[in-house]
């Protein structure tokens, strides 16, 4: 079982729902610790989903927890939406030290953390690991964000693009996927990618996009999609989730259009921050490059794992 200090595992109901979502608007917390998204999740990925909280009749902190169960009672605990979602971890108003996790002889956690601006809620030591994404700060008005956050190169791709006439069309509906899918089921494809449905992102977009919180951006070219991006969030920061393009289209800019765009839509929609979801400078340098060059305002967040003896054990007997 998970422990961490007292803390207790519960799956939220009534009033712990509403507590939920005011730590998340209070502390600046993401769409990845909410409730609605978790439960989509854990629904396309058949885990369960518990919170680990400090104090179940009155939450001041607490984590999603997705519970993925394996033969022989294996049993990981990811303290973060699992799939395509980087990261999640505790929000709220406590101090945590996730180097403290206990788990069972046969199980293991794996936990990422949120890369807040300022990260009040981890006590950072030597047996952590960090990953990085960028940042747009949305309070600068947008003349200031176009000639000082964003790089001369990608402005330079943003003006190429309007003088090529990419056109990009923004949906809050499902008419957007149609469009947007083949080019995303393609680089799934490519990469491998088999637990990622249409229904899956879809559902996404039902459940927030009415609500102005998930959108679509889709870049045309002569009237044909080549290219688009998955925004998902709340009022603290809007992720670039999702984004994929036809490999057989030059670069003409539209890819930095679309960012730019985002950019725009986001702050217009009131939202603090556009988080443009992880970076990887040695695996995905050229992604690296192209996210640094719209913001170098680089956040870290705490990554920490731990596998117990009998579960690397069970594993490498489930995979024989």
Not at 1 to 27: A, T, V, W
Not at 47 to 63: A, H, Q, R
Request: glycine share 6%.
């Amino acid at each position: 079982m998970l422990k961490y200090k007292d803390f207790s595992l519960i799956k939220p109901h009534g009033d712990q729902c509403l507590r939920i979502s005011d730590i998340i608007n209070e502390y600046n917390g993401s769409i990845f610790h909410e409730l609605e998204l978790n439960n989509i999740v854990q629904e396309n990925f058949n885990s369960e989903l518990y919170y680990l909280v400090d104090k179940p009749d009155k939450i001041n902190c607490f984590t999603p927890v997705h519970i993925i169960k394996d033969k022989y009672g294996v049993k990981r605990y990811n303290c973060n939406p699992i799939g395509d979602i980087p990261y999640a971890g505790f929000t709220g108003n406590c101090l945590i030290d996730i180097t403290k996790f206990s788990v069972g002889p046969f199980e293991s956690i794996k936990y990422a953390g949120f890369p807040y601006m300022n990260d009040v809620i981890h006590k950072i030591n030597d047996n952590l690991s960090f990953g990085e994404t960028t940042m747009v700060d949305l309070s600068l008005d947008e003349d200031e964000i176009f000639n000082n956050v964003i790089h001369s190169k990608r402005r330079n791709m943003i003006r190429k693009a309007i003088k090529s006439e990419i056109s990009i069309e923004r949906f809050y509906t499902e008419d957007g996927f149609k469009d947007f899918w083949p080019i995303l089921e393609e680089l799934h494809k490519k990469l491998g990618y088999s637990n990622y449905s249409y229904d899956y992102y879809n559902n996404i977009l039902k459940n927030y996009g009415t609500k102005k919180r998930a959108y679509l951006l889709i870049a045309y070219k002569e009237e044909r999609p080549i290219s688009g991006v998955f925004i998902i969030g709340n009022k603290n920061y809007m992720h670039y989730y999702k984004g994929a393009g036809l490999f057989d289209i030059k670069n003409e800019g539209q890819g930095e259009l679309l960012q730019w765009e985002a950019i725009k839509t986001s702050k217009s929609l009131g939202v603090k921050y556009y988080d443009l979801c992880n970076l990887d400078k040695d695996k995905l340098p050229s992604i690296y490059r192209f996210k640094t060059g719209i913001s170098n305002n680089i956040c870290r967040y705490p990554k920490f794992t731990m596998n117990k003896l009998g579960y690397k054990i069970m594993k490498r007997l489930n995979n024989a």
